[in-house]
Structures are given as structure tokens and as C-alpha cells.
């Protein structure tokens, strides 16, 4: 009975089923059936159960939470800056491999390559505007990417290493950047890849042999474009991927970004209110990540990506300045000792910026900018010591004779410089009460104000001879 039953079952149901699995193989069917097998859940999703699902089945959306505090997605507590990195740093690899298909990496070729890349190649000159834009914009974005995760004490607990790992990825992203700059070889990159490398045969030991491996020689030549073409074009870029996924994978780990409102909970009492992340974040993101490209695709249509005579190694610029990002160390270096200047402070202000999270309590409230009022007023008067104080020194230095010996010129300044920034510390903690990491915020900040004129006076008001001069003279 149980076996007729079956054959009366198929007998019956088989025209309706060879009638589907015939739909199915029709070649008509063959997109929708390849779109199904990809994106096995509607992209149409019209309730939060099919938003979430939507996210965790989705390759690209499943990256992120499906729920995050609401509290996270005000546009002031992170600006969007950790996402305009990583829409920079595609728009910089598509239009990299782009530039990639006409540029000759040799010093009697690559100047005219770039030449016609600009005048004789359709959008040329756009894919490089864009490019050079979005290189340039990607140091400032992760730049204020760091200043955000500092000022709203988003290095502690879970955080801690990832902050590492986001040093490491400012740093590569430098490496990418200067590795760059030489590519044009005109006169500007030259010269200041020249002025940059140069600046290594003040480290002990390992200076010179750096140099000659970045080099490729003694002098900069057909090695060192071959040398920084490489660089720039496949170890840079892997070791930046490589870290990038580390570092989103580490923020997914620790659950996002630091909350601004940590200790206020939702009305059901378990915890921050939570939203779905499809649509309240995505939309955010596809949003600036519009936006962004928009700016720099009108930035390189408008302004475009600068480009000199070319190189000639026997007829330097003046002045001849290091890229904008490097300035900060060329000004120094004005001021202080080479061994100061290229060794000492650089490697004080890596270590301890690597090291920040360590030496910095976690049982202080951690969200808010400036992590409380005080915090905020504590870091506004070690900006304006900063903002007073720096150029004031730059042009009483100037003006002076002093020795430029490594004890008139290196011990002196670097003990001056301590002194007053334990001074400002202590005055904090006596007059405004602030705490340890309010303090420890305090300093970086003003430090890094301070880089940051020297890096204005340097870009801005140095004329020939590096002599100080306004900007309009120059």
C-alpha cells in the first residue's frame, strides 16, 4: 500500500515538478538563477528580522555588527574618519594601477611618462589629480583618525593593541606616500627625496646603510626609482592590507567604536540602546563614502596634481624642502643637533605614542572628546602654551648665535622643552584638579601642537636659504 501510494504521489506531482526544474534550466533564467546562488537573501529588505539576516548572509556587510549602540552613530563622535581612510585608500589603488599602465620607472623615461599621462592620455591628468589628492588627504584623514581615538580615550581595555596596530598603519602610510613622491621625478621630488634621505646619515649605525639601500647607491639614481617604484607599488600596499584587516577585525573584537555614553542605559535596562546596522550606519557610510570621492574627483578635476621641470641632480631648488609631512623634522633640524633632531625626538615621540596605552590608567571614563570639561579646558591651555610659545621660540632661535654643538644644540632645548612640560603638568593637576589621563592628554596635545607650527613655519614661512620670511614673499 505504502509503495502505490508513493507512485500515485509521483504521478501526480510530477508534471508540476518537471515543470519548475524546467523553468529552472532555461538560459533565461540562468542570471537570476546566478544572483540567487550570490546573494541567497533579497537586498529588498523590508522588516529588521530580513535587515539582520541581510547582514550576517552579505560578504561586505557581514564585517560589521549587526546592532551597535545608537549612541555610536553621531557624525561629531567619530566624523567618519576610520571609513574616509579606507574609501581613500581604494580610490588610491584603482587609480594607482591606472597610472600604473603608462608610467616608465626610469630616470630617462619617467618624467616624460607622467608628461603625457597629463596632456596626451584621455583623463590623465584627472586619475592623477585624484590620486595625488587622495594620497595627500589620507595622511590628514588618518592624522585626525588618531586625534579622535586619543581624545575620546579610545586606546584602553580590549583597544589597547589596536592602537598599536593603528601607529604602524599611519607610519605605512607615510612609507607609501614618500615612496611616491619620487615617481614624477621633477625637480620638487628630487630634491626632496634627496633632503629626506639625506637626513639618515645623521642615525648612528644603521643611517648609511639605510640610505644606500633606499638609494640604491650613494647617490639617488635609476636604483633608487626601481627601488621606490617597488616599494610603492606592491610591499607597501600588501602590508598595508594586511593591517588594515587586522585592525577592523580588532575593532569588530572589542565591539566598535569606544561608546560616548557608556553608563547610560536603554529603557529596558541591559545596556545601551541598540540599533539595527542596516539602515542606520550603512547609509552613513555609503553617504561620506560618496561624498569623499567627490571631493577629490573635484579637487583633481579643478586643482589638480602638481608636476616641475624635470630632475636634474646638478641643479638643486631654492629652497629645497622636504614633502609637507616630513617638514616638521627638516624645521627641527634647523633648531637642534642632527642626532636630536633625526634620532632622539623622533624615536622618544614613536615610543611613547606606541607605548600610550600602557602607560595611561583604564579606570578613568572613556567616550566623550576630551574624555570630561576639565579634560577639555586642560587641553585648550597646553594648545594655546603651544600656538604661543613655539613660534616664539623658532624666531627667537633664529635671531640668535647660539653654538650648534649636541650639548648648546640637542641637551640644552630637549631639557628646557621637559622642563616646561612638567611644569604645564603639575599646574594642571594643582589648579584644575584633572586626573592622570587628563593630564597625559594634555601633554600630547600640547606637543603636538607644537610639531604641528613647526611643520606650518616650515611648509609656509621659510624662503631661500630656509631664512624665515612671509608667506607672500616667498
Known sequence: DGVRAYNVSMTTQTPELARRAQEGRTIGSLPRRIWRS??????????????????????L??????????????????????????????????TGILMMLHYHPSPDTAWRSVWQLEREVSFGALVRGVHWWSANLLIVVLLAHTARVFLTGGYHGPR??????????????????????????????YWAVTISTGMLEYVPLVGEPVQRVLRGGEAIGAATL?????????????????????????????????????????????????????PNLLVREVSQALVVVAVVVVLGAVVGAPLGEAANPGMSPNPAKAPWYFMGFQELLIHLHPLFA???????????????????????PAGPWFLSRRGRRAAAIAAGAAMIATPLAVVLDDLGTAS?????????????????TLALAFGLRRRLGTTAGETVQAVVVLLAVAF???????????????ALTWPWNT
Request: glycine share 10%; with cysteine.
Open 452 to 466: 604641528a607650527v613647526l611643520t606650518v613655519v616650515g611648509v609656509w614661512f621659510r624662503g631661500e636659504g630656509m
Open 61 to 94: 556587510l557581514h564585517l560589521r555588527p549587526v546592532r551597535l549602540p545608537a549612541s555610536t552613530l553621531r557624525w561629531t563622535h567619530t566624523f567618519g574618519l576610520g571609513g574616509s581612510s579606507l574609501v581613500l585608500f581604494s580610490v588610491l589603488a584603482a
Open 160 to 189: 589597547k593593541f589596536n592602537w598599536v596596530i593603528g601607529c604602524c598603519l599611519l607610519a605605512s602610510v607615510l612609507a607609501a606616500a614618500f615612496t611616491g613622491y619620487l615617481l614624477p621625478w621633477d625637480q620638487l621630488a
Open 342 to 364: 633625526i634620532v632622539v625626538v623622533p624615536l622618544l615621540a614613536g615610543a611613547g605614542l606606541i607605548l600610550l596605552p600602557y602607560l595611561t590608567p583604564d579606570d578613568e
Open 226 to 278: 626601481v627601488t621606490f617604484f617597488t616599494l610603492h607599488t606592491t610591499v607597501v600596499p600588501v602590508l598595508l592590507i594586511g593591517l588594515m584587516g587586522f585592525h577592523f577585525w580588532r575593532v569588530r573584537r572589542a565591539g566598535g567604536v569606544v561608546d560616548p555614553r557608556p553608563s547610560e542605559d536603554g529603557e529596558d535596562g541591559d545596556g545601551p540602546e541598540k540599533v539595527l546596522f542596516l
Open 38 to 59: 550570490a546573494f541567497p537573501q533579497p537586498l529588498a529588505a523590508n522588516s529588521d528580522r530580513d535587515r539582520a539576516q541581510l547582514t550576517r548572509f552579505t560578504f
Open 404 to 420: 650648534r654643538g649636541w650639548i648648546a644644540a640637542g641637551v640644552v632645548p630637549l631639557a628646557v622643552v621637559v622642563a616646561a
